[in-house]
């Protein structure tokens, strides 16, 4: 079965990280600060901070407006990986729905978007992330993905069913740099 090279995830994912870094607005940020040079700078920059109406919408801004993604929206925020939901792709994006993170242990949530565990956060949201733009139906022909967290996460057929790292998935959205596939539970990385 076909997987991806870790060397190219990694590649793509920096690329499209380094796009993400090239246009803001730091005044119209409230989170507004003065660089090294006396220069305003704003935490909230790149291509996720970009207003625009009239594009298709791109798999950041297709969470932000779902009610069922806030969780996992919040937590992209708190990982600092807003730009990286926003290159140009394609990406596929195995989104937690809020009552799969609900479903974690009372407590992991909160514990994870404290400042102190973004490095984890960040671990835990790149395993469910990998480049391409596979449907449901191709995404049969997998055993396994390789994640942007450079870890591979098993791909399972069950009765007729697709479940990622044991993630079902229940539903997928097309979006301008790729797919949705909204999952049923939290994915959670061997490491």
Do not use: R
Not at 16 to 24: I, P
Not at 155 to 174: L, M, N, Q, R, T
């Amino acid at each position: 079965m076909k997987t991806i090279n870790p060397k190219t995830l990694w590649s793509v994912l920096c690329a499209g990280l380094l796009f993400a870094a090239c246009k803001s607005d730091p005044k119209t940020s409230p989170e507004s600060t003065s660089g090294s040079a006396g220069v305003p700078v704003s935490k909230e920059q790149g291509q996720a901070f970009v207003e625009d109406d009239e594009s298709t919408p791109n798999i950041l801004n297709i969470a932000v407006k779902s009610a069922d993604h806030s969780t996992l929206v919040a937590a992209v925020q708190a990982a600092d990986l807003e730009n990286a939901l926003v290159n140009a792709g394609p990406l596929m994006v195995f989104a937690p729905t809020n009552a799969a993170f609900e479903a974690l242990p009372a407590g992991t949530v909160e514990d994870l978007l404290k400042p102190e565990n973004k490095d984890a956060l960040a671990n835990i949201l790149k395993y469910h992330v990998t480049p391409g733009n596979y449907d449901k139906e191709f995404l049969k022909k997998f055993k396994k993905l390789g994640q942007a967290n450079n870890q591979d996460v098993p791909v399972e057929v069950v009765d007729g069913e697709v479940f990622i790292g044991g993630a079902k998935i229940i539903a997928s959205v097309p979006a301008s740099n790729g797919i949705i596939h909204v999952v049923d539970k939290v994915i959670l990385p061997p490491q």
